[in-house]
């Protein structure tokens, strides 16, 4: 690694680079882990994902940092994620991922529950995709009404409301 001096009227004050403090990884590929291997990357890239849940590349980043950690409960929970992102779309990538992680997913029985959704994709209310490390799942099943419109009558001034 190169080094860089951080303050340029004290030369003497030379450091290695280190990744930023705000998110902004400088790493454009796939395999991230082969660069920045530790949970704190996999930390910032599922803020990222809770960010922005589109962002395709950051998801593919972390499933590749938790597998390549051996960490089968994070690399299921960042494949569940993936596919809660792809909807219905994305039928090749999420058969890659089925196959590629099939130990992982298989260890929460979610192997044979996302093969069965394969063409259809997942719900992010799915109550059985709500595992520890998924950002994206919403586990509320059902139709749930937390607010309801307020009835009130309008009495004229100076009315009772006796019974």
């Known amino acids: 690694m190169s ?30 882990a082969a660069v920045w291997r530790s949970p704190a990357t996999a930390t910032l890239l599922a803020a990222e994902i809770g960010r922005h849940p589109g962002n395709l590349h950051a998801h593919m980043q972390r499933i590749s940092v938790w597998h390549a950690l051996d960490n089968s409960p994070q690399t299921a929970a960042a494949v569940v994620d993936l596919w809660i992102a792809l909807g219905a779309c994305g039928l090749d990538l999420r058969t890659r991922m089925l ?38 799942a919403r586990p509320v099943e059902g ?16 009315t009772s409301h006796a019974p």
Request: proline share 12%.
């Open 3 to 32: 080094t860089f001096i951080t303050a340029p009227h004290d030369p003497g004050r030379i450091r290695t680079p280190s990744p930023p403090a705000d998110f902004g990884l400088p790493v454009r590929t796939l395999d991230i």
């Open 99 to 136: 196959r590629q992680h099939h130990t992982a997913l298989e260890q929460h029985n979610l192997d044979i529950y996302l093969h069965a959704r394969l063409h259809r994709g997942v719900d992010r209310h799915d109550p059985q995709l709500a595992l520890r490390g998924v950002v994206l």
């Open 143 to 158: 139709n749930r009404t937390f607010l309801r419109p307020a009835t009130y009558r309008l009495t004229p001034p100076g």
